[in-house]
């Protein structure tokens, strides 16, 4: 096994070498191996909801690519919403195994399932109130439902993935990172728009994990049909979110488990739920709030994490940020076109692998937790300038991931043959 011959070719203006030799690589083919990749890491990733079933195609497509934009500018975040998920989950699978005990096999796929709004409460044949899982137990406990006869395989069977399609994802993203490291053995130059491409990597990998028995792509929810029992259906509470219209701002919506008892600390996880929220309600784009025939795009109010799991949750997300950040500084001395562009980088670079930590420190130090309305107040007003900031920071990153190609030197063509061996898309 050797490294790529030192001698340069003549390269065109597109970056191809004007010679065959296997051993170097065109411009074409860089852009591309980052693009599905990243592709990958994205939108292929992406297990959303499932959709209320009086949304349009349209309307579901718009809201996957949302999703996918929101994944690009905070990658961190969706490894959070993945990892939040998987612990609901775990949860919910205890919670009805107990009830069910031999009965039924309810696996963690039916959590997720659960989870997602995979089950609707259909009255008079028609759909009338999507079930989380709380609902769906109570209901099946109280009999006025019947247990959904739905297995395991038959979730598995409505999704758009199998461990064939979600292996030939990480087959991807495991050669992309092994062919950068094998770059690094080598000495050869590696682009910004790798290094930006690695950063979605790693953390595609925790997302995968924890999302590998979650279904993808499921457009219907499994109908569950009311029982005429002594219940009575107007007695069901549904709701599960509070509005607290104050000053009529993003900052004033509250999960509902957090205002239940104002006297208690509100969680760092709760104060962070909500200014995500904040920020995407200000440009027009609610995903937390319920919809009678849907679940929240990003179920916040559905998942109740016990207090020490919520801490090490938002830790894990900050350490998560933290490795995000730092893997664009490895960029620190890369030759970039212009002395403006390094500088614009190694600022961004740093900015957005610490700010969380600023973040932290002002919400431990400055910020009241007793009282709740106070609390998200100005959590959003103090940090909201902040995530603005970190946006920005990942846009000028994002651009100049790709303005630096206009200007590669010749080591950055050269590659190790073997990797390109390997097998990838």
């Known amino acids: 096994m050797q490294a790529a011959p030192t001698t340069n070719p003549n390269f065109t203006s597109d970056g191809s070498a004007a010679s065959s030799c296997a051993n170097y690589r065109t411009l074409w083919s860089i852009v591309l191996t980052c693009a599905l990749t990243v592709f990958a890491c994205t939108y292929s990733a992406i297990h959303p909801n499932i959709p ?4 349009s195609p349209v309307r579901v497509l718009l809201l996957h690519l949302g999703i996918m934009v929101a994944a690009l500018l905070v990658p961190e975040l969706l490894a959070v919403w993945a990892l939040r998920q998987w612990l609901w989950a775990r949860h919910i699978s205890t919670e009805f195994r107990k009830h069910f005990s031999v009965h039924y096999a309810w696996t963690q796929t039916h959590s997720f399932f659960a989870l997602m709004g995979g089950f609707m409460l259909y009255v008079d044949g028609e759909p009338y109130h999507i079930l989380l899982p709380d609902h769906l137990l109570d209901l099946i406990r109280a009999g006025s439902i019947d247990v959904p006869t739905l297995t395991a395989k038959q979730i598995r069977d409505r999704s758009k993935g199998n461990a064939i399609s979600k292996g030939l994802i990480i087959l991807q993203v495991a ?3 092994l062919q950068l490291i094998s770059r690094a053995i080598y000495h050869l130059e590696t682009t910004q728009l790798e290094v930006g491409t690695l950063a979605f990597a790693v953390l595609n990998f925790i997302t995968y994990a924890v999302w590998w028995n979650k279904p993808l792509g499921v457009q219907c929810s499994h ?6 029992t002594k219940a ?8 599960k979110y509070v509005y607290t219209p104050i000053n009529s701002t993003p900052a004033d919506y509250v999960p509902l488990s957090a205002s239940e008892n104002d006297d208690l600390e509100i969680s760092i996880e709760i104060v962070a739920v909500s200014l995500v929220d904040s920020v995407v309600r200000l440009i027009g784009i609610n995903v937390m709030s319920p919809r ?3 679940v929240p795009t990003c179920d916040s109010g559905n998942v109740k994490l016990e207090r020490q799991e919520s801490n090490v949750l938002t830790l894990v997300g900050l350490f998560m940020g933290t490795i995000f950040g730092g893997i664009h500084c490895t960029a620190w001395f890369y030759p970039f076109p212009t002395y403006q562009e390094q500088v614009l980088w190694r600022v961004s670079a740093i900015y957005i692998t610490f700010t969380q930590w600023f973040h932290l420190l002002v919400y431990l130090l400055f910020i009241p937790k007793t009282e709740k309305k106070k609390t998200l107040r100005l959590s959003f007003i103090v940090m909201f300038p902040g995530i603005l900031l970190y946006v ?12 630096t190609l206009r200007n590669l030197r010749p080591g950055a063509f050269e590659t190790v043959s073997w990797a390109y061996l390997l097998p990838h898309l």
């Open 52 to 55: 209320s079933p009086k949304d």
């Open 392 to 403: 920005t920071a990942r846009v000028i990153i994002f651009t100049l991931m790709l303005t």
């Open 292 to 294: 009678k025939l849907q």
């Open 232 to 239: 009575k259906l107007a007695e069901v509470c549904f709701d």
């Open 175 to 177: 050669w992309f990172i």
């Open 223 to 228: 109908p569950v049909y009311w029982k005429s």
